[in-house]
């Protein structure tokens, strides 16, 4: 009787001791946040090597390890498209030229090749498989009488053999073309395409089939600069609609039924024309210019909510505003305010509330490019000196802590950060 009691007090005091020590190197070792997870991003860097200057193509993680160059020997510009899975990367290589590269470097394969193409602009979409690209190609006449073209092609990123040119339409030019009045603009997941053909928004798939016409109303849907800007759900397209500067933010489903103004105020003038969808594709936001502002100094950031057809004013405070960016979990809006080389970086609620000045240890400068992390928890962006002419890629937390420098002074120019999903 007395060995078994023995034995039961030596069982509790092990179990004790094992819960002390447990506890100690818990509250030694205190629990990884998502701001702590190691978060890795794409990005452009201009670089002189020797006589030669190049855009080259880097990937590193947020904390500034394990940089690498991804492409190397091509030059590189925009738009950067990570694979949904985060496996694959698509870029333009050499101004004319698609390509698709392993997240470590490997697998660098050319897409697509053309010369030929004058002032071009290319938009790039995945498939939700993250095995096939669409993509759309605009050129300018060769001579200013001469129309331009709008290419829209896929590819299964097997290589050149496995890209397709679907449709090839003309622009412009003296007489103007009538077959399309904008770029292609592709849904999220690249599998629809919305387009203005004879003053009218039409819709087709990727593959070219099942065109569209979604409006009955023959109107200016991209004067201005504007844009047709696909929901992030690809059920709506939001456009403006009306003579410049007095339009209109509306949207129509991809169906083409339920077209909405959201404004319906004839006074409403834009200066800054952009649309941003909310991640779950229920608000819009927007820049609002009061009436006879022409200089955009005196702006606000506003929401529209689809559902209840109600405006926010968000900043209440007129200013100049740019660079709007969603978090990725709509929580979040980050911006930057003030004059051009006289901005400083915000995040506030989507609510309203909790405005916050982040990176206040970086002179007021021009700011752009900002890009949230996957998990919502960081925001890249690009910073250029106040003195010199250099830009720089920095890394902050949502909070405002650990401000990163990732670029080195081998880098002249840094630009096009695009975050790895994970």
């Known amino acids: 009787m007395r060995l078994n009691k023995l034995l039961q007090l030596s069982s509790i005091a092990l179990i004790s001791l094992t819960l002390s020590i447990t506890l100690f190197l818990s509250l030694q070792s205190p629990p990884t946040t998502a701001a702590q997870k190691t978060s890795r991003l794409a990005f452009v860097a201009l670089q002189r090597r020797g006589s030669e200057v190049r855009n080259s193509l880097f990937a590193v993680n947020a904390n500034g390890s394990s940089r690498r160059e991804l492409a190397p020997n091509i030059d590189v510009s ?9 496996q694959r990367l698509a870029f333009v290589g050499g101004y004319s030229d698609i390509y698709t590269v392993n997240a470590d470097g490997s697998r660098l394969t050319k897409q697509f090749a053309e010369a030929g193409c004058k002032a071009r602009d290319f938009e790039i979409a995945w498939f939700s498989n993250s095995q096939k690209l669409v993509f759309a190609r605009s050129c300018d006449g060769s001579t200013s009488d001469a129309p331009g073209t709008q290419s829209l092609y896929t590819s299964n990123t097997s290589g050149i053999k496995g890209t397709k040119l679907v449709l090839e339409l003309e ?20 599998q629809q395409v919305a387009f203005v053909k004879d003053r009218n928004i039409y819709k087709m798939n990727a593959d070219g089939s099942e065109m569209t016409k979604l409006t009955n109303s023959p109107g200016e849907y991209v004067s201005g600069g504007s844009e047709l800007v696909w929901s992030p759900d690809h059920t709506k397209i939001a456009f403006l609609f009306g003579a410049y500067p007095k339009q209109q933010i509306y949207t129509i489903n991809a169906d083409g039924t339920q077209i909405k103004n959201l ?11 952009k649309i941003f969808w909310s991640p779950d594709s229920s608000r819009i936001a927007y820049y609002y ?27 209440r405070k007129p200013r100049n505003y740019d660079e709007l960016s969603w978090s990725p979990d709509g929580k979040f809006i980050a911006f930057v305010a003030g004059d051009f080389n006289n901005q400083k970086l915000y995040t506030i609620n989507a609510d309203g509330n909790q405005l916050n000045q982040l990176a206040t240890r970086l002179k ?18 690009i910073y250029n000196e106040t003195e010199g002419d ?19 002074d081998k880098d002249l120019n840094a630009g096009t950060p695009v975050w790895q999903p994970q």
């Open 171 to 190: 622009l412009g030019g003296e007489p103007p073309k009538t077959e399309i009045s904008s770029k292609f603009y592709l849904s999220p997941d690249g």
């Open 263 to 273: 404004i319906n105020n004839p006074q409403n003038e834009v200066y800054n024309v």
């Open 78 to 86: 925009a738009p950067l498209v990570w694979s949904p899975n985060g």
């Open 390 to 408: 250099k830009s720089h890629l920095y890394v902050i937390n949502r909070d405002g802590s650990a401000l990163t420098k990732l670029t080195n």
């Open 289 to 315: 210019n009061k009436p006879g502002d022409s200089s955009g100094e005196q702006q606000d950031i506003y929401l529209l909510d689809i559902n209840r057809g109600t405006a926010k004013n968000l900043t």
């Open 364 to 381: 007021p400068s021009a700011i752009s490019e900002l890009a949230w992390s996957s998990d919502s928890q960081q925001i890249a962006f």
